[in-house]
């Protein structure tokens, strides 16, 4: 029993990091995400313990309640119980997500590029720097610096992720959505279409490879040929 107690927790431990995973963030955008669902995970646990102290009162001490009218059980455990948590989490909330819109920063420099998904491939544009040829399924960024990304569709929706750098945003045809992502240091990490789109939505996936200053800067120059 133990044993199977402790490859199962191993088991879920092992499906919070990796390249994909929102639960292992590598830069402060992500963190904010991460933070946000370790607290929601928080809230969520309050309330199934105080619904399983009910139950287990219920189950074991026969007449538990009894003396309660059912409206006072259905006000009190079904409004004045959740409630509060829900709000305070509601806000906390609003309050992350106002973080991660674009602009919300300290006004500092942004590096831009445009994600420009089509069936089934993504191709990245350097707004940043004029002439230099795009990169499929593969977006260099200076590491350390936030990174404004224009997402944008040819066809249908998709849906720009990268789990460990940021929240996720639709690309729709006809329209310009904006989003941020930052790398806290130089690595790859995994992007992938967060949007079904058809038989070959498994496969879009795309690299993220962040570089430090001078060597991303360099790369540039060289039209981020390898």
């Known amino acids: 029993m133990f044993h199977a107690v402790t490859a199962g927790a191993l088991m879920v431990l092992g499906g919070c990091s990796g390249s994909y995973s929102a639960l292992d963030p590598a830069g402060p955008h992500a963190q ?3 933070q ?3 607290v929601m995970l928080g809230g969520a646990a309050v309330l199934f313990v105080l619904v399983m102290v009910l139950f287990v009162l219920t189950l074991f001490r026969p007449g538990f309640g009894s003396g309660v009218s059912p409206r006072v059980w259905i006000v009190a455990g079904g409004l004045l119980m959740p409630i509060p948590v829900l709000v305070a989490l ?3 909330a609003l309050f992350q997500g106002e973080r991660l819109l674009p602009g919300r920063d300290d006004g500092g420099p942004v590096y831009r590029i445009e ?3 089509r069936q089934w491939q993504w191709e990245f544009r350097y707004l940043d720097e004029p002439g230099t040829p795009s990169t499929l399924d593969v977006l260099h960024i200076p590491a350390g610096l936030p990174v404004e990304v224009v997402a944008t569709s040819a066809d249908v929706i998709h849906s720009f992720w990268v789990p460990r750098l940021g929240g996720k945003i639709d690309a729709t045809p006809g329209h310009a959505a904006r989003i941020r992502i930052e790398a806290d240091q130089a690595g ?3 992007g992938v279409c967060a949007e079904y789109c058809g038989t070959g939505h498994s496969g879009m996936r795309f690299r ?4 430090e200053g001078a060597d991303f800067r360099a790369l540039a120059d060289r039209g981020f040929a390898p």
């Open 208 to 211: 993220v490879e962040a570089h």
């Open 90 to 92: 509601t806000f906390y």
């Open 36 to 38: 946000l669902w370790w």
């Open 115 to 117: 994600a420009h998904a």
């Open 188 to 190: 790859q990490y995994g």
């Open 32 to 34: 904010t995400i991460a």
